[in-house]
């Protein structure tokens, strides 16, 4: 299976999950229009990994699909992910979709440096307090393996621990993530 493909079906793993054991009607994956990296997933590849997990977990695939067909799963292109555009630089489309929605779950450190804005806040910056400055929706969560120096909402005594572990390279090594809700 390639980059992407592996990524997306991490996706819809978690989709199903969330369709599947909680009380959420619809669950959107918003995706890019053209891939950049390797990993990156268009409208076009959901169906092609679903026909994968045909011959790999029929069972699965026959929930997403069914999913899919009942529209609790739905798929939002959109050309704001391979511009490098902030995330409160919105446009009203995908405005709209974060709007709507109970909960946002961003993954990947690109996203999550599109959320601070690429930029180096004070590290003790409160993540839920910085979300609500001006995100759009209710709730919100990052899930981020750390590649950036880009980062808030770590302790000092977080960053005391992951320094004595990592001296040279603990904001960029990949090695510490964060799961973030606000």
């Given at each position: 299976?390639?980059?992407?493909?592996?990524?997306?079906?991490?996706?819809?793993?978690?989709?199903?999950?969330?369709?599947?054991?909680?009380?959420?009607?619809?669950?959107?994956?918003?995706?890019?229009?053209?891939?950049?990296?390797?990993?990156?997933?268009?409208?076009?590849?959901?169906?092609?990994?679903?026909?994968?997990?045909?011959?790999?977990?029929?069972a699965?695939?026959?929930?997403?699909r069914?999913?899919?067909?009942?529209?609790?799963?739905?798929?939002?292109?959109?050309?704001?992910?391979?511009?490098?555009?902030?995330?409160?630089?919105?446009?009203?489309?995908?405005?709209?979709?974060?709007?709507?929605?109970?909960?946002?779950?961003?993954?990947?450190?690109?996203?999550?440096?599109?959320?601070?804005?690429?930029?180096?806040?004070?590290?003790?910056?409160?993540?839920?307090?910085?979300?609500?400055?001006?995100?759009?929706?209710?709730?919100?969560?990052?899930?981020?393996?750390?590649k950036?120096?880009?980062?808030?909402?770590?302790?000092?005594?977080?960053?005391?621990?992951?320094?004595?572990?990592?001296?040279?390279?603990?904001?960029?090594?990949?090695?510490?993530?964060?799961?973030?809700?606000?």
């Open positions: 299976m390639e980059g992407r493909s592996s990524e997306v079906l991490c996706d819809l793993v978690l989709t199903d999950a969330v369709l599947r054991l909680t009380g959420a009607r619809v669950v959107t994956l918003h995706v890019k229009d053209a891939p950049v990296f390797v990993s990156d997933v268009t409208e076009s590849d959901v169906p092609q990994i679903v026909d994968w997990l045909d011959v790999h977990h029929a699965l695939a026959g929930r997403l069914g999913w899919m067909a009942e529209g609790r799963l739905r798929v939002f292109q959109s050309a704001y992910y391979t511009s490098c555009k902030t995330f409160w630089d919105l446009p009203g489309d995908v405005e709209a979709a974060y709007k709507d929605a109970e909960v946002v779950i961003l993954k990947g450190d690109a996203n999550y440096r599109r959320l601070l804005g690429d930029l180096h806040w004070p590290y003790a910056t409160d993540f839920a307090e910085y979300a609500r400055s001006f995100w759009p929706s209710p709730g919100l969560v990052c899930l981020r393996t750390m950036s120096g880009v980062a808030i909402d770590i302790s000092k005594s977080a960053q005391a621990a992951a320094m004595a572990e990592r001296p040279k390279d603990w904001l960029t090594s990949g090695v510490f993530g964060q799961v973030l809700a606000g």
